[in-house]
T-cell receptor, first 113, second 115 residues
């Protein structure tokens, strides 16, 4: 069955450093991979989407990579700030998929000032 | 509207009662999704609507759960004979496309507590 793995342990980093979050998937051939941010008590917020033919995508301080051989996506936040503290979710979408996103469990990032 | 609107934001109900949760998607978004999130857990897919196609109900946990989408817009998720394990945040999302090439816009959710 399809499986998505994100590090369940919280990631604690110092302000100004780069945070790197990992998303691994198995039994998938995603055409796209989406990343979301979720704050406590709120719904997830869409951040970035990367396509299978893209190696890297950037948006301001965010960078996403997509390695279809390793079946892995990395999500980087450079020059991290305490306001970046949240849970980050990945969601691979298979080609021909109806669009039904299955989300990973998420990794909680804590940026300390 | 500018975003996905869900109501009520909070609902406390007695075990055995029926509840209805409402979702107003972004105007023009053809795809609408319901997810459930229990405390400290990930998002669990429930049901998906796309235009006039038959909904994908594969995530509904039991026949006590049902959903409809009227006129391709507003959706209602109904839980009959609620149980304590139904307590969770119910999230609705919409998207302009079914193919996953666009991000979903989520509402703030309905927090359901069954006592």
């Amino acid at each position: 069955s399809q499986k998505i793995e994100q590090n369940s342990e919280a990631l604690n980093i110092q302000e100004g450093k780069t945070a790197t979050l990992t998303c691994n998937y198995t039994n998938y051939s995603p055409a796209y991979l989406q990343w979301y941010r979720q704050d406590p008590g709120r719904g997830p917020v869409f951040l970035l989407l990367i396509r299978e033919n893209e190696k890297e995508k950037r948006k301001e301080r965010l960078k996403v990579t997509f390695d279809t051989t390793l079946k892995q996506s990395l999500f980087h936040i450079t020059a991290s700030q305490p306001a970046d503290s949240a849970t980050y979710l990945c969601a691979p979408v298979g080609s021909g998929n109806t669009g039904k996103l299955i989300f990973g469990q998420g990794t909680t990032l804590q940026v300390k000032p | 509207g500018a975003g996905v609107s869900q109501s009520p934001s909070n609902k406390v109900t007695e075990k055995g009662k029926d509840v209805e949760l409402r979702c107003d998607p972004i105007s023009g978004h053809t795809a609408l999704y319901w997810y459930r999130q229990s405390l400290g857990q990930g998002l669990e897919f429930l049901i998906y609507f796309q235009g006039n196609s038959a909904p994908d109900k594969s995530g509904l946990p039991s026949d006590r759960f049902s959903a409809e989408r009227t006129g391709g817009s507003v959706s209602t998720l109904t839980i009959q004979r609620t149980q304590q394990e139904d307590s969770a945040v119910y999230l609705c999302a919409s998207s302009p496309s079914r193919q996953g090439a666009y991000g979903y816009t989520f509402g703030s959710g309905t927090r359901l507590t069954v006592v």
